[in-house]
């Protein structure tokens, strides 16, 4: 039996402005924040679900993750609900990967604006 499991890690940014020179920024910067943290390889990874707020249009996240070079990772994008004084300009991540890691010892990343969003896991 493997000792490998399918976990579930989470990520979460923020864009200035709705450019897709930026949009793709921040999607591989939160990429590579995410595998570095969970010591991760693209080979890891099973599939992801991005999602965007409703201000975010003019490029879709999953397109940013092609271009990271996840050519052969199935890859979907979804809107996120627009509710009333939610969070703007919000990019969010959910991957499924194979790794060793027990679940408590996933590390989700929320970067620029988004570490609004979970700061319970904020270090002291």
Request: hydrophobic share 45%.
């Amino acid at each position: 039996m493997s000792r490998y499991k399918v976990r579930a890690v989470r990520g979460a940014t923020t864009v200035d402005r709705d450019e897709p020179g930026e949009i793709r920024l921040a999607v591989h910067e939160m990429l590579d924040a995410l595998l570095d943290q969970n010591d991760l390889t693209s080979l890891d990874i099973v599939s992801a679900l991005f999602t965007a707020t409703p201000d975010v249009v003019s490029e879709f996240p999953a397109h940013a993750a092609r271009l990271y070079g996840w050519t052969d990772v199935p890859l979907i994008c979804a809107q996120e609900l627009p509710v009333e004084g939610a969070l703007t300009r919000c990019l969010r991540v959910m991957l499924h990967v194979e790794t060793a890691r027990a679940r408590h010892e996933m590390r989700h990343v929320y970067l620029r604006n988004a570490v609004l969003l979970r700061q319970d896991l904020l270090s002291d």
